[in-house]
């Protein structure tokens, strides 16, 4: 399990909910269970779940994707826009559990800043009172802290530019979470290493110089595609679920890596021929020394090569 693990809370009444109820007459015990595997997927990626994902939700759950779909669309148990769906429950839930976190913050700080000024304020009366007894000594030690204070003022300066610089080509959310590009967020995964890490074993990958390639090759795909993501939670996701569904398929790491092209993307097929098979232009594919239109392709094409 990761380091952070939290719980959400289950009404003990809730199999009486008359949409459970209509979820146990049409689907069984099974569609109630993959109902609730469902929800706990929600909390773990921060309330939203893609819709075009519902394939990789139900070989992870080992059940038909059709009952994924009904338990989406069928018992009004869920809310979507026609790319992600959530539940407003579990949305709810999850503002409450980050309002406590903040306020448990906010308390803790309060706590802090009211030792500090106790103690400062212990400290000025005894220095004031050393003061009526030492005046030369308290005007010495000043100038000793003013200087010390000086000096560490230059380290502290130092050390915050060493920090600062550190690993400045990794971007960070705005406000809202939102990333400004794909670019941002390839760059993010690229260096998120504990993410990495619970992502290769999750799907099995040995060899960890595959995880990046199979990163890249996510990202490209997406530019292909024109999938675009602004959320860390919703590219890692579709990321996972992705690379997965290669593997599934007995695609490798290495086996027709795609090479970003520098050639500006347009409708029109480029004039030159492709560097290597697989490698993608906008929606043109070099295939079998040629391009292919991949707007024509049919989905099973697509998953074929890697787009889908």
Known sequence: ????????SHDYGS???????????????????????????????????????????????????????????????FENDGEKFWSNSVLSRLDKRDSKSQKAKESALKRWNKA???????????????????????????????????EE????????????SSDP??????????????????????SSSEWQSAYGKSLGIENLEDIPLWIEKFFIFCAGSG?????????????QSWTRRQIELGKTANEGVIKK???????EMPSQSGTNEGELIGKWLWKNNGWRDTTTFTIAQKRRNGLA
């Open 153 to 164: 003022e230059d380290k502290e300066e130092k050390i915050v530019v060493v920090n600062a």
């Open 227 to 239: 999938k675009i993501h602004e959320k860390e939670t919703e590219a890692k996701s579709h990321c």
């Open 15 to 77: 199999r009486n909910d008359p949409k459970l109820v209509k979820v146990l007459m049409k689907l069984g015990q099974e569609g109630k269970g993959v109902y609730w595997d469902i929800i706990e997927m929600l909390y773990e990626q921060g309330g939203y779940l893609m819709l075009s994902d519902c394939d990789s939700y139900a070989f992870a759950l080992r059940v038909d994707e059709a009952c994924i779909t009904k338990l989406i669309n069928d018992f009004n148990l």
């Open 116 to 150: 500090d000024i106790n103690a400062n304020a212990s400290k000025n009366k005894a220095n004031a009172l050393r003061g009526q007894s030492e005046p030369n000594a308290i005007k010495e030690r000043k100038e000793k802290e003013k200087k010390g204070n000086i």
């Open 1 to 8: 399990m990761s380091k952070e693990s939290y719980y959400f």
């Open 261 to 267: 092209s520098t050639v500006p993307v347009g409708d």
């Open 169 to 190: 080509s990794v971007p960070t959310p705005d406000a809202w979470g939102n990333y400004r590009s794909m670019e941002d967020l390839e760059k993010v995964l690229l």
